[in-house]
């Protein structure tokens, strides 16, 4: 069973920059893909970016590129989201996923990710 646990969220201002981790720990993560979705209030779940297994390849919801960057270090089973120039829609429980298909499959079928964390809340004041 994989645990995958994220951190740190928090209460930023508009402009401001967070940079989120998620760690897992019961499988090798460097054969899957990995990803963050995001849930605002009254939305559903969306997608943020996935990055691939090797982390050469990178995807973005178009409104967050430019200003988020998706890593991995799979040495520590560890995948980040380096959020900057924070938006007040940017608001949401922000979730770290991992699959076994493609980064880009994932994209428009991030449901269908296998392991998913329980979210950390990212909230962006105006």
């Known amino acids: 069973q994989v645990q995958m646990v994220e951190s740190g969220g928090g209460l930023v201002q508009a402009g401001d920059s967070l940079r989120l981790s998620c760690a897992a720990s019961?499988?090798?993560?460097?054969?899957?893909?990995m990803g963050w979705f995001r849930q605002a209030p009254g939305k559903e779940r969306d997608f943020v970016a996935t990055?691939?297994?090797?982390?050469?390849?990178?995807y973005y919801k178009d409104s967050v590129k430019g200003r988020f960057t998706i890593s991995r270090d799979n040495s520590k089973n560890t995948v980040y989201l380096q959020m900057n120039s924070l938006k007040p829609e940017d608001t949401a429980v922000y979730y770290c996923?991992?699959?076994?298909?493609?980064?880009?499959?994932?994209?428009?079928?991030?449901?269908?990710?296998?392991?998913w964390g329980k979210g950390t809340l990212v909230t962006v004041s105006s």
């Open positions: 996923a991992a699959g076994t298909l493609g980064a880009d499959f994932y994209r428009d079928y991030g449901n269908h990710m296998d392991y």
């Open positions: 019961g499988r090798d993560l460097s054969r899957y893909a």
């Open positions: 990055i691939s297994m090797s982390g050469f390849s990178t």
